[in-house]
């Protein structure tokens, strides 16, 4: 599998949408109750809250309606990890321990910190990225 896009299935214009629709959830969540979109605070707060209705757990049930919505009147793009199940395992469970130590998740600091100038943000999504590249760029010298 190439490592590279293939520049036939690049969409901006889809992407460039998604990203407008990202970035007007954050605003709306904001401004109207002062919360920042940060989506491994409200996954978490979704659960921890249980048995109780929370406003968390009606953002993350939004989030699974709207795509489901969404498959309805379009077609999901067909995705080929190309690695064992055991990588795409031990990837997510680093990601959600990176999550905890970094205190919030690409979408708390990076779309909402960084648009409110924030430090720690700006610090924590260059390490995010930084360490993502790094893990990337090892995976494939060692073939892992």
């Known amino acids: 599998m190439n490592a590279w896009v293939d520049m036939a299935t690049f969409t901006p214009w889809s ?33 921890t809250k249980l048995p109780s209705i929370s406003w968390q757990l009606i ?34 469970l680093l990601v959600g321990f990176g999550t905890r130590l970094g205190s919030g998740c690409t979408s708390g600091h990076g779309i909402c910190g960084i648009s409110r100038l924030s430090l720690r943000s700006i610090i924590a999504t260059i390490l995010f990225l930084s360490s993502g590249i790094v893990t990337a760029t090892l995976f494939a010298m060692l073939q892992l």
């Open 15 to 47: 992407s460039l949408i998604g990203g407008l629709i990202i970035g007007l959830a954050a605003s709306v969540l904001i401004l109207s109750s002062g919360h920042i979109m940060g989506m491994s605070g409200i996954l978490k707060n979704s659960i």
């Open 59 to 92: 953002f993350v049930l939004g989030m699974a309606v709207s795509t489901w919505g969404y498959g309805l009147f379009f077609s999901f793009p067909q995705l080929e990890m190309g690695q064992p199940i055991w990588k795409i395992i031990v990837a997510g």
